[in-house]
C-alpha cells in the first residue's frame, strides 16, 4: 500500500506585485513511489507548484497564499524550510545556482553537515549518494570544470544525501544536450525504480514518459488533467493547451485502432523492436 507524501488542498497562490494568481484551487495528492511528471505550456503554475512543496511558497517568495499543503501530515506554513528539505529535496533548471562549494565532495556533504550529523555520517551520505548518481569518479573534481551534465548530476546528490521522501525536478534538462538530458532522465528512472518518488516538470515528454506513472497537464495555474500517460497524451487536452505529445502513445493509438495488438509495449524504442521483430500481429490473429 502506497502512503500519501504530499497533499494540495484547494491551494492559491499570488505573487508579491502581480494581480493574477499563479495558481488556482489546485487540490491533489502523490503518493509514496510515484514518477510524476509535470507538464504544460510555459507559465502554466508549474514552477510555483513544485516551490510549494519544499516551503519556498510561502515562505520565501512573497505573495498571497490560500489553502494548504501537507507534507508527510506536516503543514508547510507551520514549518521551515530547512525542515521540509528533509523530506523535500528541489533540484532547479540550472545546476550553478545551486552547488555551493569548489569540490564535489564538499558541495555534497554541505546539506548532511548542516544537519548537525557526526562527520562519520556524513561521509557514508556523500558515498551513497555519489553512487547513487553514478558519479563517484568525480569526488575531487572542481564542480566548475564539470559538463552540464555532470554538475546536474552532482546537485542531484547533494539533495539525495539529505536522504529525503521525494525529489522534485523543475525542469532539469532545460540546459543541457539531448545525451546529457537522456542520461539524466534515465538516472530518475533508476532511483524510483530503487524506491524514491519523483515529481519532475519537463518539457521533454519523449524521453521522460516511458518512466512516468503519472501526467499533470497544467494550464493558466490550473490541473486541467491528472491521468496515467496513455490517457493523457492520447487525449484532446494536450493539443488544446499546446502541450507537444510524445510521439509514442498517438502512434500505439493508431496502431490499435487498426487491429494491431500493441499492449504491453510502452515506450518507442519497444514498439520499433516488436515491429523489427515482426511480433506485432492483428487482433485475432
Same mark, same amino acid.
Given at each position: 500500500m502506497m502512503d500519501e507524501l504530499v497533499r494540495f488542498e484547494n491551494v492559491w497562490f499570488t505573487y508579491l506585485g502581480n494581480t493574477e494568481p499563479s495558481l488556482k484551487g489546485v487540490s491533489l495528492s502523490i503518493n509514496s513511489g510515484e514518477f510524476v511528471v509535470i507538464t504544460g505550456p510555459s @507559465?502554466?503554475?508549474?514552477?510555483?507548484?513544485?516551490?510549494? /512543496?519544499?516551503?519556498?511558497?510561502?515562505?520565501?517568495?512573497? @505573495?498571497?497564499?490560500?489553502?494548504?499543503?501537507?507534507?508527510?501530515?506536516?503543514?508547510?506554513?507551520?514549518?521551515?524550510?530547512?525542515?521540509?528539505?528533509? /523530506?523535500v529535496g528541489l533540484v532547479f533548471p540550472d545546476p550553478e545556482s545551486q552547488?555551493?562549494?569548489?569540490?564535489?565532495?564538499?558541495?555534497?556533504?554541505?546539506?548532511?553537515?548542516?544537519?548537525?550529523?557526526?562527520?562519520?555520517?556524513?561521509?557514508?551520505r556523500v558515498d551513497w549518494s555519489l553512487r547513487k548518481v553514478g558519479v563517484e569518479k568525480l569526488r575531487h573534481a572542481q564542480v566548475f570544470k564539470l559538463s552540464g551534465g555532470e554538475q546536474q548530476k552532482v546537485a542531484i546528490?547533494?539533495?539525495?544525501?539529505?536522504?529525503?521522501?521525494?525529489?522534485?525536478?523543475?525542469?532539469?534538462?532545460?540546459?543541457?544536450?539531448?545525451?546529457?538530458?537522456?542520461?539524466?532522465?534515465?538516472?530518475?528512472?533508476?532511483?524510483?525504480?530503487s524506491g524514491t518518488t519523483i515529481v519532475v516538470a519537463e518539457h521533454r515528454l519523449s524521453m521522460v514518459s516511458k518512466y512516468s506513472s503519472r501526467v499533470l497537464l497544467m494550464d493558466n495555474g490550473k490541473i486541467v488533467l491528472d491521468a496515467d500517460p496513455y490517457v493523457a497524451f492520447t487525449s484532446q487536452i494536450p493539443i488544446d493547451i499546446g502541450v507537444e505529445r510524445p510521439e509514442f502513445y498517438p502512434l500505439r493509438e493508431r496502431l490499435r485502432r487498426n487491429g494491431l495488438k500493441v499492449d504491453g509495449i510502452s515506450t518507442i524504442e519497444e514498439l520499433l523492436s516488436a515491429v523489427q521483430k515482426k511480433e506485432i500481429k492483428c487482433v485475432g490473429a
Open positions: @507559465g502554466c503554475g508549474k514552477s510555483t507548484l513544485l516551490r510549494c /512543496m519544499n516551503g519556498l511558497i510561502p515562505h520565501f517568495h512573497g @505573495g498571497e497564499f490560500r489553502g494548504s499543503v501537507r507534507v508527510k501530515g506536516v503543514d508547510t506554513k507551520l514549518s521551515s524550510v530547512h525542515q521540509l528539505a528533509q /523530506m552547488l555551493i562549494a569548489l569540490e564535489v565532495e564538499d558541495d555534497v556533504a554541505f546539506g548532511p553537515g548542516n544537519l548537525g550529523l557526526p562527520k562519520r555520517d556524513v561521509l557514508e546528490a547533494s539533495i539525495l544525501a539529505l536522504k529525503p521522501s521525494i525529489l522534485v525536478l523543475d525542469e532539469p534538462t532545460a540546459n543541457l544536450d539531448p545525451l546529457s538530458a537522456k542520461s539524466l532522465i534515465d538516472l530518475l528512472g533508476e532511483l524510483n525504480r
